[in-house]
T-cell receptor
Framework: AQSVTQLDSQVPVFEEAPVELRCNYSSSVSVYLFWYVQYPNQGLQLLLKYLSGSTLVKGINGFEAEFNKSQTSFHLRKPSVHISDTAEYFCAVTLLMNSGGYQKVTFGTGTKLQVIP | DGGITQSPKYLFRKEGQNVTLSCEQNLNHDAMYWYRQDPGQGLRLIYYSQIVNDFQKGDIAEGYSVSREKKESFPLTVTSAQKNPTAFYLC???????????FGPGTRLTVT
C-alpha cells in the first residue's frame, strides 16, 4: 500500500524567511502529487499539483514544489513567508499502477507552519 | 459560483442519536468523498463514491453510512455505533480519483 510521509508535524519560521515542508512517498510507479493548505476551521484548498511534465511546479500564494522521482519526494518551498501563511499543509499522492488502474488518493498527516512575526 | 457546501457548520448531539451531515456540490463532479479529521491524524477516508448509486468503504467506515442517490449530494450518517464520533468532518469532490479534490468548509460534530 502506498504511504505518504510528512516528516515534520510543526515548522516554526520567522516572517520573511524561507521555508521547506517535506513530503516523501513510498512508491516506484507513476504518481500524481498534490499539496493542499488548510486554515483553521476550514476545508482544504489546493496549492499546487504535479501530474506530468516539468518537475518544478508553481502554485498559488508564491509556493512551489519539486518532484524528485529518484528520492520519491515532493517538497514544498516558499522563499519568503508571511504571517498569512500560518496554516496546516497536507501532501497527497495518487498512485498510477502499471496495470492501467490507480489507487485512490492518500493524504499525509499534515505539517503546521507557524510564521513568527 | 461552483463549489461544495456542507451544513451545518457546527452540530451538537447526545450520545446514542444518529445524525446526518449534508454535502452538496454543483461542480458536476462524479467522485465524492467523506473524511474525518482529528488533531495530529491528518485526513482519514470514511466513504467515497465514484458514481451515482455506488459507493465504497474507506479506511474507517465502521459506524458510518452514506447514500448517493443524486450526483450533487452525498450525505453522511453518523450512527450510534460509532464509538468516538466527535470530530471535524470534511466532504470533497473531484472529476475522478486521479484529479485534485475540492473541499467543503467542514462540519464540526460534538457528541456528549
Amino acid at each position: 500500500a502506498q504511504s505518504v510521509t510528512q516528516l515534520d508535524s510543526q515548522v516554526p519560521v520567522f516572517e520573511e524567511a524561507p521555508v521547506e515542508l517535506r513530503c516523501n512517498y513510498s512508491s516506484s510507479v507513476s504518481v500524481y502529487l498534490f499539496w493542499y493548505v488548510q486554515y483553521p476551521n476550514q476545508g482544504l484548498q489546493l496549492l499546487l499539483k504535479y501530474l506530468s511534465g516539468s518537475t518544478l511546479v508553481k502554485g498559488i500564494n508564491g509556493f512551489e514544489a519539486e518532484f524528485n522521482k529518484s528520492q520519491t519526494s515532493f517538497h514544498l518551498r516558499k522563499p519568503s513567508v508571511h504571517i498569512s501563511d500560518t496554516a496546516e499543509y497536507f501532501c497527497a499522492v495518487t498512485l498510477l499502477m502499471n496495470s492501467g488502474g490507480y489507487q485512490k488518493v492518500t493524504f499525509g498527516t499534515g505539517t503546521k507552519l507557524q510564521v513568527i512575526p | 459560483d461552483g463549489g461544495i457546501t456542507q451544513s451545518p457548520k457546527y452540530l451538537f448531539r447526545k450520545e446514542g442519536q444518529n445524525v446526518t451531515l449534508s454535502c452538496e456540490q454543483n461542480l458536476n463532479h462524479d467522485a465524492m468523498y467523506w473524511y474525518r479529521q482529528d488533531p495530529g491524524q491528518g485526513l482519514r477516508l470514511i466513504y467515497y463514491s465514484q458514481i451515482v448509486n455506488d459507493f465504497q468503504k474507506g479506511d474507517i467506515a465502521e459506524g458510518y453510512s452514506v447514500s448517493r442517490e443524486k450526483k450533487e449530494s452525498f450525505p453522511l450518517t453518523v450512527t450510534s455505533a460509532q464509538k468516538n464520533p466527535t470530530a471535524f468532518y470534511l466532504c470533497a469532490s473531484s472529476r475522478d480519483e486521479t484529479y485534485e479534490q475540492y473541499f467543503g468548509p467542514g462540519t464540526r460534530l460534538t457528541v456528549t
